[in-house]
């Protein structure tokens, strides 16, 4: 059984930063895709960002286009999710999630156990 396990999330000023990291208990260049969803209090999932098959391409939500960076480190089998300009909308559970083939657009074979976002402003 694949394990994502999460780590970063946090309470950060509006304008502010945070790194989200995510292990993999495989190599994560067995994933086809991996990403970033995000769900707030209320509302649907969203996906934030998602990444290519070890470094490929890369997807990104319009709402945080240009404020975050997802990357990856193959030797490390983790995931990032770079966030800059943190908004007081960007508060939610942020989910990492992988796909074994495919895109991981909207659907995941593998889900972490999340970590919590909060921005204050």
């Known amino acids: 059984q694949v394990q994502l396990v999460e780590s970063g999330g946090g309470s950060a000023q509006a304008g502010g930063s945070l790194r989200l990291s995510c292990a993999s208990s495989?190599?994560?260049?067995?994933?086809?895709?991996m990403g970033w969803f995000r769900q707030a209090p209320g509302k649907e999932r969203e996906g934030v960002a998602r990444?290519?098959?070890?470094?490929?391409?890369?997807l990104y939500a319009d709402s945080v286009k240009g404020r975050f960076t997802i990357s990856q480190d193959n030797a490390k089998n983790t995931v990032y999710l770079q966030m800059n300009s943190l908004k007081p909308e960007d508060t939610a559970m942020y989910y990492c999630a992988a796909k074994t083939a495919g895109s991981c657009a909207l659907s995941a074979d593998y889900w972490g156990q999340g970590t919590q976002v909060t921005v204050s402003s």
């Open positions: 990444i290519w098959r070890s470094s490929g391409p890369t």
């Open positions: 495989i190599d994560i260049r067995s994933h086809s895709c």
